[in-house]
């Protein structure tokens, strides 16, 4: 055990597995550990570090962002605060033209079921099997199989799942008692799983015609990982509410809810709130990582590296790759965990899946064929043994 990892453990609560290396420093697709080894990152921090590490916009942005102001609140207005949602509604499927930004994922799905109660009057909000929405309350109570750690008494809201891809099931299930249907369009957890659009339609549909609110959580799939921004809009379908967080300040922690401009009708002061939602350096960011997707043609980018990780990387232990984008599951004829430990011998880290025969592929925006060809490469050496 490294000497961090022994400091931590001995003033931390031991709530997380970490892997058996200690970053040092980072560069673009690569991680330097204390002990002298170069990492080829294909996790990006659970999908966080979309511009990579050290990129020099991003990190100018916030430099200067520090030196002119480094926090204010929601109390006044910011022009920078002002930018970054202009920056975000300019890129999201179109209607969604209000923002709220708070500071993570599961923040930003608590605060849009609170919208969705709010605005419909109802009680009971619908999810999708498999899926993953956070840990807190709200987010948790609407988590598939939350129940082994939702420690909570009881949940916010009455919640029922929708079995994935099952269109009359979604028919059947969505009607006037329902408050939202929430969904990830590529489930992230559960193994980049790919919702079908015969299915998104149907969800789209019947909320519609029951007046129930469509809520995107894009917290993984969002910002440009599936090739376009946001994954929904490879559906051509509009969804009434979408979070982001994870990636949409490319490692500065921030999220943020989009809703249509009838939604935010409903809202007054105290409604929501967030101390540091919105905050000077996470609005820089989430400006420079916009910037930057556009300025470096990375959703372009993101599309040719999931056509290369298609052509080359069914092979070795994999024997299907499902997903979009950066955002891939790769199907293991053996358990994915011993997949990515393998892999992390060879200095690529992976990620797993709550599917235990599938290993996740989040790797930064700005990955490059000599990445996807060495991630081949040592894939056909886990074959190897």
């Not at 799983?193 to 129930?212: I, M, P, S, V």
């Not at 290369?308 to 092979?315: K, P, Q, S």
Request: glycine share 10%; aromatic share 6%; proline share 4%.
């Amino acid at each position: 055990m490294t000497d961090a990892r022994s400091r931590e453990a001995a003033v931390t609560i031991p709530v997380y597995g970490q892997l058996p290396f200690v970053p040092e420093s980072a560069s673009g697709c690569e991680i330097l550990t204390q002990d002298g080894r170069r990492i080829l990152d294909m996790y990006g921090g659970h999908a966080v570090a979309a511009l990579g590490y050290a990129h020099a916009g991003l990190v100018e942005a916030i430099s200067e962002q520090s030196k002119k102001l480094l926090f204010q609140s929601n109390a006044v207005a910011l022009d920078i605060r002002a930018l970054a949602a202009e920056k975000l509604t300019g890129v999201a499927p179109r209607g969604l033209d209000r923002v709220f930004f708070v500071n993570s994922g599961a923040e930003a799905n608590e605060n849009a079921l609170r919208i969705a109660c709010m605005a419909t009057g109802r009680k009971k909000i619908l999810a999708i099997s498999h899926g993953f929405h956070g840990r807190t309350a709200a987010a948790a109570a609407v988590t598939w199989n939350s129940d082994r750690w939702y420690g909570f008494p009881s949940r916010p809201f009455d919640v029922d799942f929708i079995p994935r891809d099952d269109v009359d099931a979604a028919m059947s299930m969505i009607g006037d008692d329902i408050a939202a249907v929430i969904f990830e369009p590529v489930q992230g957890i559960a193994g980049a799983y790919d919702l079908c659009n015969e299915f998104l339609t149907a969800l789209r549909t019947q909320t519609e015609q029951h007046g129930a609110l469509l809520i995107a959580d894009e917290v993984q799939s969002g910002m440009g990982r599936c090739g376009e921004f946001f994954a929904i809009q490879l559906h051509d379908i509009e969804p009434d509410i979408l979070t982001s967080a994870k990636a949409l300040g490319g490692g500065i922690p921030c999220g943020a809810v989009l809703c249509t401009d009838d939604i935010a009708a409903n809202l007054r002061p105290g409604d929501l709130g967030s101390t540091f939602g919105g905050g000077p350096i996470a609005a820089a960011a989430i400006v420079a990582t916009i910037d930057a997707i556009n300025d470096e043609n990375l959703l372009e980018n993101v599309r040719a590296c999931e056509l290369a990780i298609r052509e080359l990387c069914i092979t070795g232990p994999i024997t299907r790759i499902q997903g979009k984008g950066l955002l891939l599951g790769l199907v293991c004829d053996r358990a994915a965990v011993e997949v990515r430990n393998s892999l992390l011998e060879q200095n690529i880290l992976t990620g797993s899946s709550s599917d235990p025969n599938i290993l996740r592929v989040l790797a930064p925006l700005i990955l490059q064929k000599h990445h996807i060809e060495q991630f081949a490469d040592a894939l056909q050496k886990v074959a190897n043994g």
